[in-house]
């Protein structure tokens, strides 16, 4: 527990998960797609996108990076973090990634049997499809 913070009061809370990438816009309409949520366009500029959860919380945003450098996978850098996506349906979100722009990246040797699969967004991120 944090000293001074009421129990189950948490001291902060996740806003939104932030992308740098060339272009906010056209990063927000891929993720928009895969997840089924819309831009918020009061809290959007050109320099800076976020979609809303429409169950509320925590929001994904995209922050325009002039000298954007997209992360290798696996191991390079300049990555820093991926996004960790839970779907219902392997077959079906995987379809759906592929047709709104993801390209598959290569599955790890020791985790060709596992239960997700990597991809890159169209600015190059990594982010896995896991069931």
Request: aromatic residues 8%; glycine residues 8%; contains cysteine.
């Amino acid at each position: 527990m944090t000293e001074g913070v009421p129990a189950g009061s948490p001291a902060s809370r996740p806003l939104a998960f932030v992308l740098d990438c060339p272009d906010p816009r056209e990063l927000a309409r891929f993720y928009g797609r895969l997840l089924d949520w819309a831009v918020s366009e009061a809290d959007s500029d050109e320099d800076w996108v976020e979609l809303a959860d429409p169950l509320g919380g925590a929001r994904l945003a995209f922050q325009r990076v002039a000298d954007h450098t997209p992360p290798r996978w696996p191991g390079g850098a300049p990555q820093q973090a991926h996004l960790d996506l839970r779907v219902d349906g392997a077959e079906e979100a995987e379809s759906l990634a592929g047709a709104v722009g993801a390209a598959r990246l290569p599955q790890p040797a020791d985790k060709q049997e596992s239960n997700f699969r990597v991809y890159a967004d169209p600015a190059g991120h990594p982010f896995c499809l896991c069931w």
